[in-house]
Nanobody, 113 residues
Framework: QVRLVESGGGLVQPEGSLRLSCVAS????????MRWFRQAPGKQRELIAG???????DYADSVKDRFTISRDNAKNTVYLQMNSLKPEDTAVYYC???????WGQGTPVTVSS
């Protein structure tokens, strides 16, 4: 039913930027609260950003003022703009909606010089 496809990750140097995308299908995207999670090696999955159907956003303290979540309802896509990246941002990044247990494959981000 619900399908989530993340993309945009890669290898980037500290202080660099990346833009992640998540294309959703099988849900009423316009009405869905969308979230970005990440999971670093040896750590639990961490909620880092969320955006409501109305466009209200919220961020974890670890990424606030560096990351920006946005959505394009016409494209059924949620984005995560990541600036001023740090080595501790290295993780696999996933999108998710709380109404479905579905997870995509994730997109890996490695921040290293």
């Amino acid at each position: 039913q619900v399908r989530l496809v993340e993309s945009g990750g890669g290898l980037v140097q500290p202080e660099g930027s990346l833009r992640l995308s998540c294309v959703a299908s099988g849900l009423s995207f316009t009405l869905s609260f969308m979230r970005w999670f990440r999971q670093a090696p040896g750590k639990q999955r961490e909620l880092i950003a969320g955006i409501s159907s109305a466009g209200t956003t919220d961020y974890a303290d670890s990424v606030k003022d560096r990351f920006t979540i946005s959505r394009d309802n016409a494209k059924n896509t949620v984005y995560l703009q990541m600036n001023s990246l740090k080595p501790e941002d290295t993780a696999v990044y996933y999108c998710n909606t709380p109404t479905s247990p579905t997870w995509g494959q994730g997109t890996p981000v490695t921040v290293s010089s």
